[in-house]
């Protein structure tokens, strides 16, 4: 993990920050006449401190993956995403993430601010924990296995062979956020489960970050569809 003992980093973070501006403000002190620097030694502290910013910002950030959705190709983020479905306690019911194809992915991109190298989501311990608790209520669905409810893209409804789960997701990629959408087959209609989820801590974690946790029934009988918006970091403010 990039922060393993996140109270021993912090305490060493700070101690390497705190050297290192005393350091920078002894050289700057105009009324020392003669200020001793290492500038070797600073250097060294200097490229540590810029370190421990960068392993805060991984540890509470994930890469969209811009290049390849420029490409044409699965984004960064998919990886995040097929790490939360692998993780979820499912207890024999089956999660599957729907077939993107490239143009799809070409659609997404083009979302994209095109000066923009690279954009970062929220992806910490807290959204991952919230996400579980979502996926995991695969556990109480209802009813036989579906099919992907966007086959239109990847196959016929008609065609017997094709995958079947219990839970199926889709990821959409604009501007401001990520879209994490959900389907699956219950009897409870998107209101009940508005309702009864509206003060969970893990509803709460979305919103406080500028994103949302959202229910809707489709045109098809009894499936409920779930929207998990998160906030691009550019937007934060925004949203």
Request: glycine share 4%.
């Amino acid at each position: 993990p990039l922060i393993s003992d996140f109270k021993s980093f912090h305490a060493e973070a700070e101690d390497r920050l705190k050297r290192l501006s005393e350091s920078i403000n002894s050289a700057l002190n105009k009324q020392n006449a003669t200020p001793y620097v290492d500038l070797e030694a600073d250097k060294i502290l200097a490229s540590e401190v810029l370190s421990d910013g960068h392993r805060v910002a991984l540890a509470v950030f994930t890469p969209l993956g811009v290049a390849r959705l420029r490409d044409e190709c699965c984004p960064l983020i998919m990886d995040e995403l097929q790490k939360a479905v692998k993780n979820a306690r499912k207890e024999k019911k089956s999660i599957a993430i729907a077939d993107l194809t490239g143009f799809d992915w070409r659609l997404a991109a083009r979302q994209l601010a095109p000066e923009k190298v690279e954009y970062y989501v929220i992806w910490d311990r807290l959204i991952c924990d919230a996400l579980d608790r979502i996926l995991s209520n695969v556990r109480h669905a209802t009813g036989e296995p579906i099919l992907c409810p966007w086959s239109e893209a990847v196959g016929a409804y008609g065609d017997q062979s094709a995958e079947k789960a219990h839970l199926w997701i889709r990821l959409d990629i604009f501007q401001k956020y990520v879209l994490i959408v959900l389907e699956n087959h219950t009897e409870m209609r998107a209101e009940t489960v508005t309702a009864e989820t509206a003060s969970k801590p893990w509803i709460n974690t979305f919103k406080e970050i500028g994103g949302d946790v959202t229910y809707s029934n489709t045109d098809k009988v009894n499936i409920l569809r779930t929207a998990i918006k998160i906030p691009n970091s550019l937007f934060l403010d925004e949203l």
